[in-house]
């Protein structure tokens, strides 16, 4: 069974399309993350969210909008599509939102902004 | 606030050469470390952390890694390179207080010549 899994794994739409990302975790955890992987490989935080509250929000333009309906779920929605968010996103899941709790990464959905 | 650095976009061995992949870390807060490989077109999986208690940790796949406070590093070693060992491969840092987000480092692309 996968443990964190998203949907798209690929995604490609026009500018100014708004389009959604969804994840989901089967291992029970209580803290999920979005984070973002530019092409030169780097690896950026955006949101997160502990048991459906919202507990990080670095600063992504509000285009951006995470949603948790439930602490095993964690969608990312975005509005008005730029060329600049074309990127891999991934979902990510820990057990608690400790510090030395390790994060459990999904596959990635790459999304191309044309 | 947190921060790592990777010494070396890009480390070519040879297949069975020791393998040698630098990490410094700045940190507030005593650091929890981890290192994470991306396989291409995948998501990240855990190799290894360091969460304060021996300075010396082991991960899968014959990796390890050494935490030295005087040096603020965290270096991954592995003794024999395999042609499956090819990726990249991330430092990241844990941050601290209520903080839990996850810092890369920009990250390092292992080549394993036959």
């Known amino acids: 069974d996968t443990a964190v899994s998203q949907t798209p794994k690929y995604l490609v739409t026009q500018m100014g399309n708004d389009k959604s990302i969804k994840c989901e975790q089967n291992?029970?955890?209580?803290?999920m993350y979005w984070y973002k992987q530019d092409s030169k490989k780097f690896l950026k935080i955006m949101f997160s969210y502990n048991n459906k509250e919202l507990i990080i929000n670095e600063t992504v333009p509000n285009r951006f909008s995470p949603k948790s309906p439930d602490k095993a779920h964690l969608n990312l929605h975005i509005n008005s599509l730029e060329l600049g968010d074309s990127a891999v996103y991934f979902c990510?899941?820990?057990?608690?939102?400790?510090?030395?709790?390790?994060?459990?990464f999904g596959p990635g959905t790459r999304l191309t902004v044309t | 606030a947190q921060s790592v650095t990777q010494l070396g976009s890009h480390v070519s061995v040879s297949e069975g050469a020791l393998v040698l992949l630098r990490c410094n870390y700045s940190s507030s807060v005593p650091p929890y470390l981890f290192w994470y490989v991306q396989y291409p077109n995948q998501g990240l999986q855990l190799l290894l952390k360091?969460?304060?208690?021996?300075?010396l940790v082991k991960g899968i796949n014959g990796f390890e890694a050494e935490f030295k406070k005087s040096e603020t590093s965290f270096h991954l070693t592995k003794p024999s390179a395999h042609m499956s060992d090819a990726a990249e491969y991330f430092c990241?840092?844990?941050?601290?207080?209520?903080?839990?987000?996850?810092?890369f480092g920009k990250g390092t692309l292992l080549t394993v010549n036959p």
């Open positions: 291992l029970g955890h209580d803290t």
């Open positions: 990241a840092v844990s941050g601290g207080g209520s903080n839990y987000k996850l810092t």
């Open positions: 990510a899941s820990s057990q608690e939102g400790g510090r030395s709790y390790e994060q459990y």
């Open positions: 360091y969460t304060s208690a021996a300075t």
